[in-house]
Structure formats: C-alpha cells, structure tokens
C-alpha cells in the first residue's frame, strides 16, 4: 500500500446481517440418507461424466490386441519374428501404441483454460468430437501405418481433455456426500472400458478381413456419442456459473445436485462457500498469475506431490499389461492370449468395485501403501518365474509356469484395482484448494500422460534387451510409491476440502495425521479464504484485500440492462 486508502462507507465496511435461513456462521452439515445419495440424477450424471473414463479404456484394451490380428499385421507389420511370421519391430509398434499418449498429454494441458473460457458442457463435447475425428482418420486407413499411428494421436487429444474435465466436473457438480465415490467412478469406467474392448477384439480376431479391427475402432463411436450427447442434457458446473455471474442459476443447479429446494440450509452453504472462496481469490489485488502454483503457502510441496502420485501411479506397471498383454502371453506359450486378456479385464473390473469400498472405509495411507507393498511382491514373482523357470526358447514346455505367472498378473490387477487405480485420482483432487485445482490437476495428469507414453513407447525395447526382468523396475517403483505415500500423504477420509487445505498449510505430519484434530473455537487457516497478493508472495488483511471487491459491488449497485453483478452472493428478489 503507497497511501492510505479513504475511509469506506459504513455501508460497506459492515457485514450485512445474515438471512433468516442461514443465521448460523458455520451450520452443521445435513445429513442425507441412501435414497437421497444414490437419486436417479446423481446416477445419470456418474454414467454420463464418467464415460469419459471408458472411452480412454476401451481405446487402451483395443490396441494391444490389434498388434497380433492378422489382418492388421498384413498391412503395418514391417519384419519378420524367428518363425518367419509378420511382426512389428519395436520402433513401429511403440510409436503406434504411445503416440496416443502423447495427445494425451497435450489435450490434459489445454483442457483447462479452454474449460474456464467456454464452459465445462460445450468443452467435454468438444473433446468427444475431436476423439472421433481421430477415429475416423484410423478407420480410414489402408496400408500406411503411420496414419494409424497419427489417428491414435488425435484421439489422444480427446482423451486427455476428458481425463481433466472429468473429474473436474463431477466434483465441482456432486453433491459433498457421493463426490469421492463420482470421481473414483472415473477409473471404474477405465476397467469397464478395457474390458469390453478385450470381448470385443476376441470376437473379431480370427476374421480374416481389415473388419476385424475396423468393427472394434467403428464401435468407439458409440461411447463419445453418449458422452458428448448426453452431457447436454445436465446442466453446467454451477462453480463455473458462479464466476460468471450466474449466481441464481448456480442456486438452482447446487439446489437440483441435492434434490432439495432453493433455499435449503445445504444450498445456502455451498453458495456462501463458492462466494467466500471467490472473494478472496479475486481481492487479492491485481491479477494472479500461473506460477502461484508452486509460489502460494505449501504449493509447491502439493505440486510437486501431485506431480509424483500420478507418475508413481502409470510407474506401477499396470499399463505393461493393458497395453501388451495379448502380445506378452502370447510369449508364455498360451493358446489363446485373448482369453487370458479378457480374464485380466474381468478381474481389473470386478476388484475396482470393493476398491470404492476400501478407500471410505480405511481411508487413502493405508490403502495406498499396503496396496504398492502387494503390488511390488507380485511383480517380483512374476518377473522371476518369467526369467528363471520360464523356458526361453519354447515356452509351451513350461506351460504350468505361464499359467502361474497369469495368477500373479491377475493378483497385481486386482491390488491395483482397488488401491492405486480409483484412490489416486480422489487424492490428487483433495490435496489442492479450489483456486489451483484446475492448473494443478492438469499438470498432474500430463504427468499421467507422460509417464504413460515413455512405458508405452520403450516397453518393447526394454522387453527385449531384459525380458522379464522388466517387471523388477516396475517393483521398485511401487515400493518407492508406498514409501512417498507414508511420508509426504495426509490423510484425507472423513475430512472436508478445508480441514486437507489447513493440514497442508500448516506442515501436519503425514505420519501422525490420521489422529490430527482441528482445535475447537480456532479459525484454523485455508488458502480459499487468504487474500494472496498477485505470486502468492505476500498476504493482505482481510480489510485492505476486501476493497477491490467493495469497490467493484459499489460501481455495480446500478448494472448495465441485463447484466448480473458479478460477485453480489445474495440471491435476486
């Protein structure tokens, strides 16, 4: 501050007395019961946001089984394996299977500010278009492997933008009750989604014709139909609204996500909570740039973690099965590597039912980190048998050893399924405070993206220089991934977005949080209601932070024709 500021008018600088409905600084949370959890609406809206997850599924489960279909091998196989049959060499089929990850990985960064900019709805359509264009362009293909390969690309783009929008929607539109229960819904319909491309493949392998892998690319249409026709009919994000100015249209949809009427004591408090955290994102003084990410109190520490989780995550190896599981079993002598395929998916899907379970009723440590300690013994196993008791040369004479070795894969799924899978993506949207969440996300899941096309694209290199040793690195990465959980992870069940923010800021002991208790009667700190200057270097008074906002209420108390003032939080009579 260069000068002191002239004192405000009363009317201003007193807080206007609360309506009859929402006397209470801090109401107690409603309860509600099952039916009122688990409404019709809330359904639709967890089928319809989280088709997001299978389409990303459904495109994984299939390629792994294009690279050994006939016909496909016909056309884009560019060598020969030791028994004189068409195969692809490592070059070709990594970057058929990994540029996917790579459009991936740019579509999760630029959902973002295309999302703030037009609107959750009309971006998760947009997305789903721009996967089918990436379609087409690979059904369209003949003989030049590379288009499919640039197909995989720009469906990439797609995916990417709904693995951020996703999860963004669903938890700024959920009710507080199901939110974890909607985002976790997202790696649920993965598993679904890589299942179903799994039966699909197994059906049309065997045709000898390019409508072996055609009909499975032209059956993709189906689910960005549903997503990105769907979706229309839900109504928008109403933290979106809110920013926009459309405070009574975000009252309703609030209203509408619970099932209870305008002026319900739960709809007054997200509507106060969404003004408050918006108050103070915006009074800070000037504009706040991108870097506060990492600049703002403990920020950087929760990027960075952010950043590590979801790395650690594609680090477990779960995807050296997805995407090449019909190819490695088909090395363990198998007769039908599809089979074992669809096995795998079953099981991936079945687990990730009590996973849902397992994180509300353990909380997030303590899955996590038994879940990577299990994870990290099955792969030593496997990893083994594959090395030293698998015959090299003609694995049909240790046949009993593939089979063995399928059990360790399906035991490694289903740790996965249940702790890794659905767990990190609620982590990684509580960690953060509503101001941040979208730019933290996204970097978060590009880490995602990336790791997963580095796993994806030199897979076949590593598998040939050290066969199955491979899966001693993906061991140790989970090993290393409960040991980042135990030390740097908060435990986060049972606790509101507020009480994660407090623990972060103030350095709580990942060890000892679970039994962390938020004093009574203390205003505990949380970086939504912090009036940050702009880089989060600095934090003003609540006092001098409020007067932008005051003065922008002030030269909106008579609005433009039409218009809606932007930050006033009561409702319009």
């Known amino acids: 501050m260069r000068g002191k500021r002239a004192p405000l008018p009363a009317s201003l600088t007193t807080t206007p ?48 089984g294009f690279l050994e279909m006939p016909d496909f091998l016909q056309r884009f196989a560019d060598t020969t394996n030791a028994h004189g049959e068409l195969a692809f060499t490592n070059p070709r089929s990594g970057c058929i299977v990994a540029l996917l990850s790579i459009g991936t990985l740019i579509g999760a960064l630029v959902a973002a500010p295309i999302a703030d900019k037009f609107g959750r709805k009309p971006s998760i359509t947009f997305w789903n278009i721009i996967f089918c264009v990436g379609v087409i362009i690979q059904i369209a293909t003949t003989t030049k492997w590379y288009q499919i390969a640039i197909g995989r690309w720009v469906a990439g783009l797609g995916v990417g933008g709904l693995s951020v929008l996703t999860p963004m929607y669903q938890s700024e539109t959920a009710p507080r009750y199901v939110r974890g229960a909607l985002v976790s819904c997202y790696q649920l319909f993965i598993t679904m989604g890589i299942l179903t491309a799994y039966c699909i493949n197994f059906g049309t392998e065997a045709v000898p014709s390019p409508r072996a892998w055609r009909l499975p690319m032209g059956i993709g249409f189906i689910w960005p139909l549903i997503m990105g026709v769907g979706i229309l009919f839900l109504r928008e994000s109403p933290r979106w609204e809110y920013r926009k100015g459309r405070i009574e249209s975000a009252r309703t949809t609030i209203a ?16 106060r909570e969404i003004k408050n955290k918006l108050d103070a994102e915006r009074a800070g003084g000037g504009k706040h740039p991108f870097y506060e990410v990492f600049t703002g109190p403990a920020m950087l520490y929760r990027t960075l973690l952010g950043i590590s989780l979801q790395a650690l995550q594609q680090l477990t190896g779960a995807n050296f099965f997805f995407y090449y599981g019909t190819t490695i079993f088909q090395s363990v002598g198998l007769p039908n590597p599809y089979v074992t395929s669809i096995i795998l998916g079953a ?12 994180v509300e009723k353990f909380g997030r440590r303590p899955s996590l980190i038994y879940g990577g300690l299990w994870m990290c013994m099955c792969f030593l196993v496997f990893s083994s048998l594959g090395h030293f008791a698998l015959d090299p040369v003609d694995p049909t004479k240790t046949q009993s050893i593939g089979y063995v070795m399928i059990i360790f894969a399906c035991l490694f799924i289903a740790a996965f399924a249940m702790t890794w899978g659905p767990i990190i993506w609620a982590v990684v949207g509580e960690i953060y405070p509503s101001r941040y969440r979208a730019k933290c996300m996204a970097m978060a899941t590009a880490s995602n993206w990336f790791w997963n096309f580095l796993i994806s694209f030199f897979t076949p290199y590593i598998i040939g220089a050290i066969d199955y040793r491979y899966g001693y690195v993906f061991a140790a990465c989970c090993f290393t991934g409960a040991a980042v959980v135990f030390f740097f992870v908060c435990e986060s069940h049972g606790r509101s977005l507020e009480e994660i923010d407090t623990m972060y800021i103030l350095g709580v002991n990942p060890i000892t949080s679970k039994d962390w208790t938020q004093p009574e009667d203390d205003e505990l700190p949380n970086l939504d209601g912090t009036y940050l200057t702009p880089g989060a270097r600095g934090i003003k008074k609540q006092d001098e932070a409020r007067v932008p906002v005051e003065e922008r209420q002030e030269r909106m108390m008579v609005p433009r024709q039409g218009s809606i003032p932007e930050m006033s939080g009561a409702r319009q009579s």
Do not use: C, W
């Open 17 to 64: 007395p609360p309506p009859p409905h929402d006397i209470e600084k801090k109401p107690q949370m409603m309860e509600f019961g099952f039916k009122d959890r688990f409404r019709p609406r809330i359904l639709l809206m967890a089928t319809l946001v989280s088709m997001g997850g299978f389409i990303f599924g459904y495109d994984t489960g299939q390629i792994s």
């Open 256 to 271: 509408i996500s619970y099932g209870v009427p305008e002026d319900h004591p739960e709809v007054n408090r997200e509507v």
């Open 347 to 358: 099981v991936n899907v079945a687990t990730t039912f009590p996973g849902l379970y397992i």
